[in-house]
């Protein structure tokens, strides 16, 4: 990416922020005890032998530096920023009800970064479904 695409992104990430903090009813269900299970980054997102999840653990490295070496970083940083941005409700699922959250995280590079985290509610309790890198056009 370049500056003009990092200031782009910054940008984004100040309009999403604003807009949590204009209609709060878009946080994330339960997010002060949302659950983020370290198997997903360990078995799945940096795991070479899980192709789809090592994938996406590819692009997290490549533009945040978060490598199965440091991934609690990465947990952390999705953490810390569960409450900063809105969440969108997707559909009911089996599973419980599908939320994204498109945040810009900053990671090990400084550089902003578009990633969508996905998360299921069900009976008041939220956990971590997936994560993935996506660029914005």
Not at 104 to 112: E, Q, S, V
Request: net charge positive; glycine share 4%; charged share 30%.
């Amino acid at each position: 990416m370049n500056s003009k695409q990092d200031e782009q992104l910054t940008l984004l990430d100040k309009s999403r922020r604003k807009t949590l903090r204009e209609h709060p009813e878009l946080i994330l269900p339960n997010a002060d005890n949302a659950e983020i299970s370290s198997e997903k980054f360990t078995s799945y997102i940096f795991n070479p032998c899980n192709k789809t999840g090592f994938a996406k653990g590819k692009a997290f490295t490549h533009r945040l530096g978060y490598s199965i070496s440091n991934w609690e970083e990465l947990k952390l940083e999705i953490q810390r920023n569960i409450k900063n941005f809105p969440a969108k409700f997707r559909q009911a699922t089996p599973f419980g009800n599908e939320y994204e959250q498109k945040m810009i995280l900053y990671g090990k590079t400084n550089k902003p970064t578009n990633v969508i985290v996905a998360w299921y509610e069900k009976r008041g309790r939220t956990w971590l479904a997936t994560l993935y890198v996506k660029e914005v056009d």
